[in-house]
């Protein structure tokens, strides 16, 4: 069982940087592969990022690439998302949630953390 717990959300303006950290427990964190979701009002729950088990590998949303950056440490049992130039489409409420190997996919998420960015 893994529990993750974001943080890092807040009010920003348009144009503005935050970052974002999920926090996992659980001594296999380094073996996960981890993304991050996003949810709008009225919207349905979209991929924004992910990043393999070593960090290696990253992929992005189109709608974010170029402005946001996935990167995890894996001696903290921490992944991050920097997201820069925000824009007021990016407001939503972002989940973190980890993909275990053999899993069926993303087995495990966290409570979320709200991004508002305003105009």
């Known amino acids: 069982q893994v529990q993750l717990v974001e943080s890092g959300g807040g009010l920003v303006q348009a144009g503005g940087s935050l970052r974002l950290s999920c926090a996992a427990s659980g001594r296999t964190f380094s073996s996960y592969a981890m993304g991050w979701f996003r949810q709008a009002p009225g919207k349905e729950r979209e991929f924004v990022a992910a990043?393999?088990?070593?960090?290696?590998?990253?992929y992005y949303a189109d709608s974010v690439k170029g402005r946001f950056t996935i990167s995890r440490d894996n001696a903290k049992n921490t992944v991050y998302l920097q997201m820069n130039s925000l824009k007021p489409e990016d407001t939503a409420v972002y989940y973190c949630a980890a993909d275990p190997p053999g899993g069926s996919w993303y087995d495990y998420w966290g409570q979320g953390t709200q991004v508002t960015v305003s105009s």
């Open positions: 990043i393999s088990w070593s960090g290696g590998s990253t």
